[in-house]
């Protein structure tokens, strides 16, 4: 927040749906850099998989549907001159493809 100037004001889009304004976007992408789901400015599959295991772990079926959703998400994610924009489209397609995720207020 602090590398670019986001305020509380900023993190209210979160509730929201993406995709979020651009501090908002910065913020989510280095959320999602500082739990392995973006590395180097690009979406990491295996990060996800990490990331959402724990919820899944002793459900093959949910575990498989997180899969998809990886892989999906990876085929669909394409690098972006804005390295915040990441952040939005990672969201977007999560929340696409395992609308579940999306915790909202």
Do not use: W
Request: net charge neutral; glycine share 4%.
């Amino acid at each position: 927040m602090v590398s670019i100037n986001a305020t509380e004001a900023d993190l209210e889009y979160l509730r929201d749906d993406p995709p979020f304004p651009h501090k908002s976007a910065c913020v989510i992408t280095c959320l999602l850099e500082k739990v392995g789901v973006a590395k180097n400015g690009k979406y990491s599959k295996t990060g996800f998989m990490v990331t959402v295991s724990p919820l899944v772990l002793h459900n093959m079926k949910k575990l498989e549907h997180m899969k998809n959703v990886s892989e999906n998400c990876e085929k669909e994610i394409k690098p972006n001159e804005d390295p915040c924009q990441l952040g939005n489209e990672i969201t977007i397609c999560v929340f696409k493809y395992a609308p579940e995720l999306h915790f909202k207020s």
